[in-house]
């Protein structure tokens, strides 16, 4: 597995801006496809984004299309989440997942999960 830490979450005013990033270590970076998940309080985890082991290819949940994009650096380790016109929707804790199969991580059943930070959009 791989262990992963996120960071950069914080409080913001509707409309504006937050890039969450999340840093791993342990086995290949590069060998696993990487995605974020949200929690609001009360509900079901949700699917985010996420992105293939290239960088090729990244899929987002409908209501953050447009808004949100997810980007890696393998030489970083690292995986963003770029999310702009953020809506007080938008709150919740966000996780960062790894997986060797991009399918399963967008199932949401994946073996590595960092700690989650927390996003909080006021209106």
């Known amino acids: 597995q791989v262990q992963l830490v996120e960071s950069g979450g914080g409080l913001v005013q509707a409309g504006g801006s937050l890039r969450l990033s999340c840093a791993a270590s342990g086995r290949t970076f590069s060998s696993y496809a990487m995605g974020w998940f949200r929690q609001a309080p009360g509900k079901e985890r949700e699917f985010v984004a996420c992105v293939s082991w290239s960088g090729g290819n990244t899929y987002y949940a409908d209501s953050v299309k447009g808004r949100f994009t997810i980007s890696r650096d393998n030489a970083k380790n690292t995986v963003y989440l770029q999310m702009n016109n953020l809506k007080p929707e938008d709150t919740a804790t966000y996780y960062c997942?790894?997986?060797?199969?991009?399918?399963?991580?967008?199932?949401?059943?994946?073996?590595?999960w960092g700690q989650g930070t927390q996003v909080t959009v006021s209106s």
């Open positions: 997942a790894a997986d060797a199969l991009i399918s399963r991580l967008r199932r949401g059943t994946s073996g590595s």
